[in-house]
């Protein structure tokens, strides 16, 4: 069982930068792929990024390509998103998520591979 609490998310301007943390319970994160999911009103929730247990792999959408970075803490049990660049299009409810376990070096980028999620944190961008 893994639990997931997001924090960070804010108000910023556009071309300005926010970073996202998300805190895991559990004895076994190193054994989760974890990822990053933004819903925006009246749409779907749609994979960002995800980063592999062992911390050496990582996947993006393109859209957040060279402006987002996914980085995880196996000792703290973190995992965070740095986001800069930011564009009023990156306005969504975040979401932290884990997929897994899995072997160390494996990421996720389907949905339906994540079977823990966090509330949510706001993002907000304003142009």
């Known amino acids: 069982q893994v639990q997931l609490v997001e924090s960070g998310g804010g108000l910023v301007q556009a071309g300005g930068s926010l970073r996202l943390s998300c805190a895991a319970s559990?004895?076994?994160?190193?054994?989760?792929?974890m990822g990053w999911f933004r819903q925006a009103p009246e749409k779907e929730r749609e994979f960002v990024g995800s980063i592999s247990g062992n911390a050496v792999y990582t996947y993006y959408v393109d859209s957040v390509k060279g402006r987002f970075t996914i980085s995880r803490d196996n000792a703290k049990n973190m995992v965070y998103l740095q986001m800069n660049s930011l564009k009023p299009e990156d306005t969504a409810v975040y979401y932290c998520a884990a997929a897994g376990p899995y072997s160390s070096g494996t990421y996720a980028s389907d949905i339906r591979d994540y079977g823990y999620w966090g509330q949510g944190t706001q993002v907000t961008v304003s142009s």
């Open positions: 559990g004895r076994t994160f190193r054994s989760y792929a």
